[in-house]
């Protein structure tokens, strides 16, 4: 994209250009081949499942997806999306909120103990959930918070993902520090800056935050496996599940239309959500 | 100057040690230091409250409760050093998992991050359809996670699943990789490659904010195409991909989706899918052997840290930070 940009007015063919489109689409083609089987698959009737090697189904078994809507124990199919939504949402304010608030003092602000506590923030990164999981359960559990949303929730609120602060950290640093130092020369304090500078132009950072919050939270199974345990509160994965133990090719069927069910709202989130990426990304080529 | 709020409405109760010494952030404004100090805590309070509250706090309980017996609903026994000693000596269940993940997290981090790296500069000297092309090799990253894709890979590489079919008309009859014990693992490190697309798309956004004008000038300095990848653009993008790097291989180690469902939930078959995460999810949810599963836990997070210690002694030589000046 660089220096290559301005060709020459004499229209000669990019060969390398041209190579580089085929790769990528013979790339796309394998790497896509999943998800349109997947989507083929979830519209076969059962007697053409198991006679695979055909893509497309000879004709549009809806009953596939009738099975799904159903749900799973009783809990229709809204109420699983529902309570995944309800969590994710939840999960997206949390971080969003709670890390740009932290990534500020860290890039920015000078304090006491900047130095170790930036260590130790760096350091939960790394830390594996498996090390707080059980001790945390305990709490929730006296709480009386087991089989609810809020440990799910709740922990994003204070910034427990640390990996997002310091991605954010990462994008302000990257910020040029000229124009902090003129807003502090036209009376800003701290609060002003961010809120007027720093937030603003961290969106891309916050967009990253809340797409990777989101998805990871809908697609989580692990807490969601231990912290819920009545189907009314169950999770959309959680509902698929149910599907892990059998692996007969006959339930492929309802399996694969309520997996593609699970998967829609990834889609238009991100969907809704790439014209801001691009955006973000864009104006982050803001230098001076 | 300072117009806004004074700063003891900010500063939070918290005991704030005295900074005069260590201020000498700047010499133009007055009484910024302290200003700033309590600005800061209140950025911070948040993050604060969850760190030590639900990571430390937990984070020692649980190394506590790895030297007792605990299921739960009696009180934890102090059991001294037996969760360890039977972990290590007498546990092959144990070792298999650990060797599994290890074997898992060297193919599948480096393979990974070569092909999103690749795909990244690619894209990056595509031109048209760059966007198009970006978030379709995206797509798989923001599904792969999921339990639904983990269920199609099953079924994909199932005997008798699409794959196993393909391949069979070209003569080479496999029966299948998810049941046979030498090829499952793979399967799963194959899903993880799949999803290159995270760390690609972050790599495009680094590779976006290398000033042009640092290329211009190697241009002017008669570098060539191959010179300016090595001086410019990976130097440049090591911040990025000493991110991803440490990023990938502390969430390999914890992977537990793809695992739980390939392997019908067991890490079958014959445990060459058990991971780490699902023996020790086996121990403390199945068996109710919560104390054996938090020495687990510690001993991840030993490795993990030591890991991730070395990744980041090794950056100091290789990585470089733009924000010096």
């Avoid at chain 1, 800056?193 to 989101?214: E, V």
């Avoid at chain 2, 029966?175 to 972050?202: D, H, R, S, Y």
Wanted: proline share 6%; with cysteine.
């Amino acid at each position: 994209m660089v220096a290559v940009r301005e060709s020459l007015p004499g229209r000669r063919i990019d060969w390398a250009r041209v190579g580089l489109h085929v790769g990528c689409l013979a790339a796309l083609l394998v790497m896509l081949y999943p998800l349109a089987w997947l989507i083929a698959t979830s519209f076969k009737p059962a007697d053409e499942v198991i006679s695979s090697l055909r893509l497309l189904p000879s004709r549009l078994a809806m009953s596939n997806y009738t099975t799904a809507l159903e749900g799973v124990g009783g809990v229709s199919v809204l109420r699983l999306i529902g309570n995944s939504l309800i969590i994710s949402t939840g999960a997206v304010l949390g971080n969003v909120i709670s890390c740009s608030l932290a990534a500020y003092a860290f890039a920015r602000l000078r304090f006491t103990l900047r130095g170790p506590l930036f260590a130790l923030m760096l350091a939960t990164i790394m830390l594996p959930q498996h090390a707080v999981l059980i001790p945390q359960y305990i709490v929730f559990n006296q709480l009386g918070m087991v089989n609810t949303f809020w440990p799910l929730v709740l922990p994003k609120f204070l910034a427990t993902d640390a990996f997002f602060v310091f991605l954010t950290v990462q994008f302000m640093r990257g910020i040029p520090k000229e124009l902090d130092e003129a807003a502090t020369l036209d009376g800003c304090g701290p609060f002003r800056t961010f809120f007027r500078i720093i937030l603003p132009l961290s969106r891309p950072a916050l967009i990253t935050t809340a797409i990777f919050t989101f998805i990871w939270t809908w697609n989580d199974f692990f807490l969601q496996l231990i912290y819920l345990f009545e189907p009314e509160k169950f999770t959309i994965t959680l509902a698929l599940r149910s599907f892990v133990d059998t692996s007969s090719q006959s339930a492929y069927g309802p399996m694969f239309a309520m997996s593609v069910i699970a998967l829609l709202p990834i889609v238009l989130f991100f969907m809704a959500f790439q014209r801001f990426l691009v955006e973000g990304m864009a104006s982050s080529g803001v230098k001076g | 100057m300072n117009v806004e709020a004074p700063d003891q409405q900010v500063s939070p109760p918290r005991g704030r040690p005295d900074s005069e010494s260590a201020a000498a952030d700047s010499a133009t404004a007055r009484n910024r230091p302290r200003r700033r100090e309590g600005a800061a805590w209140v950025f911070l309070s948040p993050w604060l409250l969850g760190a030590a509250v639900l990571t430390l706090t937990p984070m020692l309980v649980s190394l506590y409760l790895s030297f007792t017996q605990y299921d739960l609903f009696t009180a934890p026994e102090w059991v001294g050093l037996d969760n360890y000693v039977h972990m290590f000596t007498s546990d092959p269940r144990y070792w298999r998992s650990a060797l599994n993940t290890l074997i898992y997290v060297l193919v599948a981090v480096p393979l990974q991050l070569a092909v999103a790296l690749a795909v990244a500069l690619a894209l990056n000297s595509i031109g048209r359809g760059k966007g198009f092309y970006r978030s379709a090799f995206y797509a798989p990253s923001l599904l792969g996670a999921s339990m639904s894709i983990a269920l199609v890979w099953r079924a994909l590489f199932n005997d008798g699943g699409t794959v196993d079919d393909m391949l069979s008309t070209f003569g080479i009859d496999m029966g299948g990789w998810v049941n046979q014990p030498g090829w499952a693992l793979l399967v799963v490190a194959l899903l993880t490659i799949w999803q290159f697309g995270a760390p690609m798309v972050i790599f495009l956004a680094g590779l976006q904010q290398v000033p042009n004008e640092l290329y211009e000038a190697a241009e002017v300095d008669g570098a060539g195409r191959m010179r300016r990848f090595l001086s410019v653009t990976l130097p440049m993008l090591s911040p990025v991909l000493f991110f991803n790097l440490v990023l990938q291989t502390i969430q390999a180690f914890q992977v537990f989706t793809p695992a739980f469902t390939v392997s019908g939930g067991r890490g079958g078959p014959a445990d060459s899918t058990l991971f780490y995460t699902l023996y020790l999810y086996d121990r403390g949810f199945t068996a109710s052997h919560m104390g054996y599963a938090s020495a687990m836990a510690w001993v991840l997070l030993v490795v993990i840290g030591i890991v991730t210690a070395l990744l980041f002694r090794s950056s100091r030589s290789w990585v470089f930070y733009n924000d010096k000046g």
